[in-house]
């Protein structure tokens, strides 16, 4: 079983619509959580960090983080085709100052206009 | 503000020969880590430098090595390579030494094809 699961998709909405995008994972030692999104031949870019459970806000996306349910998510509100992209969940047990991250596989998200 | 930049940007070499990756972290960054990315999956954690010091290790074998210099640049460097070592190499660089929970910040990577 791989410590962190993300379906893979891939997911296709309509411009707009309220995306949700999750992960699990089975490692009760893990405490910080981010997301990143990846372009087409580029690097993880970041998205959001978390130490705590709860929800945290920036502009259009929402992370939300369950951690008796070891369950994280991550909300894109309206949408845009610019959206279009690998996001990739990532999470660590704070070991080495929280460099050493372990991804989920990513989820591939398609915005059509 | 330049960010993470990684050289060279592709690179093709044959089964059993030695490759150098190099990576320039961003502006104020001391700490660099390094992660591979097969097709289709997340990347996985090589190793972390700081302060030209190997820190942490992932499981990732001896033939994968690396080097941190005064200017904090990287190095990676892979011996014997194998057909399962193509993959996006990915250079990621942080404020670890000013702020222990500084998160990672990732350059666009150095495509590898093993042939």
């Known amino acids: 079983q791989k410590e962190v699961e993300q379906d893979p998709g891939p997911l296709s909405v309509p411009e707009g619509a309220i995306v949700s995008l999750n992960c699990t994972y089975s490692?009760?030692?893990?405490?910080?959580f981010m997301w990143y999104r990846q372009y087409s031949r580029k690097g993880p870019e970041l998205l959001m960090y978390?130490?705590?459970?709860g929800n945290k806000e920036d502009g259009r996306f929402t992370a939300q983080v369950d951690k008796s349910s070891k369950y994280i998510s991550l909300f894109i509100r309206d949408s845009q085709p610019s959206d279009s992209a690998t996001y990739l969940c990532?999470?660590?047990?704070?070991?080495?100052?929280?460099?050493?991250?372990?991804f989920g596989t990513g989820t591939k998200l398609q915005v059509i206009p | 503000d330049a960010g993470v930049t990684q050289s060279p940007t592709h690179l093709i070499k044959t089964r059993g020969q030695q490759v150098t990756l190099r990576c320039s972290p961003k502006s104020g960054h001391d700490t660099v880590s390094w992660y591979q990315q097969a097709l289709g999956q997340g990347p996985q954690f090589i190793f972390q430098?700081?302060?030209?010091?190997?820190?942490q290790r992932g499981n990732f074998p001896d033939r994968f090595s690396g080097h941190q210099f005064p200017n904090y640049s990287s190095e990676l460097n892979v011996n014997a390579l194998l057909l399962g070592d193509s993959a996006l190499y990915l250079c990621?660089?942080?404020?670890?030494?000013?702020?222990?929970?500084?998160?990672?910040?990732f350059g666009n990577g150095t495509r590898l094809t093993v042939t």
């Open positions: 430098y700081y302060e030209e010091e190997e820190r």
């Open positions: 978390t130490y705590s459970s």
């Open positions: 490692n009760s030692a893990f405490q910080y």
């Open positions: 990621a660089s942080s404020s670890y030494g000013q702020d222990w929970r500084s998160p990672l910040h």
């Open positions: 990532a999470m660590s047990d704070g070991s080495g100052g929280y460099q050493k991250v372990t």
